[in-house]
């Protein structure tokens, strides 16, 4: 099992913006590089990106939660 | 002699102990948010205690070593590895010609120092290589850096590996953080209950903390006395006729979200300030990660001034310690 974690403190999005659909669901295969969420931290959003690829098993953080450096985020399978 | 910049990291920016003198022209005083964690990097590598370091919020950078060095890190937990192997912080470490050095996750605290033994040797402005970002001035070009920079070193006499700062002498903001406020010339503009409010509530570190101002969230609202406004003044209870503002004051616009105005901040403006962080406890604000709970403590002018006579005991002890 990999884990992604948040590089920086702050707050966890799914979403690209409100309007939109989240980046991915539990069961969504992700690529190494891809944008799984957004940390915003000092007026910027940080993509989270996948280093390794697999399938999502669970989100660890709800949309618009606070979260510290290196937090896990979301598990994957593969 | 220099180091390249592999990857700068989130916000890295190059400071020193900052630009004073320029503040009425509304060139604000930057340089390190947290000035005790500058100089013991400094001290740490025999550097003088103003010398240019690496500030990085949150997140260090990647960096390759041209030349040997000795580099050590201070402020928040973010742990340095040479060519990946840890090292502890708050302590010096040798690197040599052609290794890299990454870091960590951070662990506590919000922005790590990082100094090498010379200094950073980019050109100064009005005496000072600090970063303005907003203003453009000092640092690299008056930027952060960025990848591929080739950071140029000064000369060292070299200086030992292994020295360390002891654990009393490291200081982070706890949680909930306390920051010690003394009320200023615009208390009078809110109510007495406002007043006590201010001080009870649990405020939290908003995500949008930066250089320039570190926002609160989560204390109720400011009520203000009833006033006709001023001839200059807005029309908001919380417009003042313009005022200068120190490092360090507490302005709430609209009477919601107290904002502490640090290095990068403007020098006056239209909203009132209820008062000012004191100098001892400015640091610690350069050290809160988003989120962080706070309580604000109402001080005296007395003391403010033992805080800030007690402050520069630990910086003498810390210097007797490293000398």
Redesign the interface.
């Known amino acids: 099992m990999a884990e992604i974690r948040s590089p920086i403190p702050g707050t966890f999005y799914r979403r690209p913006s409100p309007d939109e659909a989240p980046y991915k669901e539990v069961g969504d295969t992700v690529a190494v590089g891809e944008v799984v969420g957004l940390v915003e931290v000092m007026k910027s959003f940080i993509e989270v990106k996948a280093d390794t690829a697999g399938t999502i098993t669970a989100f660890k953080v709800e949309n618009e939660e606070p979260v510290t450096a290196g937090a896990v985020l979301a598990e994957l399978d593969g | 002699m220099s180091v390249k910049v592999v990857n700068p990291g989130?916000?890295t920016t190059i400071q020193d102990l900052g630009r004073p003198g320029y503040f009425h022209l509304g060139i604000p005083i930057s340089g390190g948010m947290d000035r005790y964690a500058v100089r013991a990097a400094n001290l740490l590598v025999g550097n003088d205690e103003g010398a240019a370091v690496l500030e990085s919020?949150?997140?260090g950078p990647t960096l390759e070593f041209e030349s040997d060095a000795t580099v050590a890190v201070t402020g928040g937990e973010i742990p340095p590895k040479v060519d990946g192997e840890e090292r502890d912080c708050w302590t010096a470490f040798k690197v040599k010609a052609g290794q890299v050095v990454s870091f960590d996750?951070?662990?506590r605290g919000?922005r790590a120092y990082i100094a090498i033994s010379g200094g950073i040797a980019t050109p100064k402005y009005l005496d000072s290589r600090s970063t303005y970002l907003i203003g453009a001035l000092g640092g690299v070009e008056g930027r952060a850096v960025g990848v591929g920079d080739m950071l140029p070193l000064g000369e060292s006499a070299g200086a030992p590996e292994g020295r360390t700062v002891p654990e009393k002498l490291r200081r982070l903001p706890g949680s909930p953080a306390e920051l010690r406020v003394l009320p200023g010339l615009y208390w009078r503009l809110i109510t007495e209950e406002a007043g006590r409010n201010f001080f009870e509530d649990e405020w939290k570190v908003a995500?949008?903390?930066?250089r320039m101002g570190v926002r609160f969230r989560g204390g109720r609202p400011l009520s203000f006395k009833e006033r006709e406004q001023p001839f200059g003044a807005g029309s908001d209870p919380s417009n003042i006729v313009d005022g200068c503002y120190s490092y360090g004051s507490v302005q709430v616009p609209g009477g919601t979200e107290p904002i502490i105005l640090h290095r990068d901040a403007v020098s006056g403006g239209g909203y009132f300030t209820l008062g000012a962080v004191i100098s001892a406890d400015m640091d610690l604000i350069g050290q809160l990660?988003?989120?962080t709970p706070t309580r604000f403590v109402s001080v005296t002018m007395d003391e403010a001034l033992t805080a800030r006579a007690d402050r520069a005991r630990l910086y003498q002890e810390l210097k007797s310690e490293l000398a």
């Open positions: 989130l916000f919020a949150f997140m996750y951070l662990r919000a995500p949008e903390a930066d990660q988003p989120h």
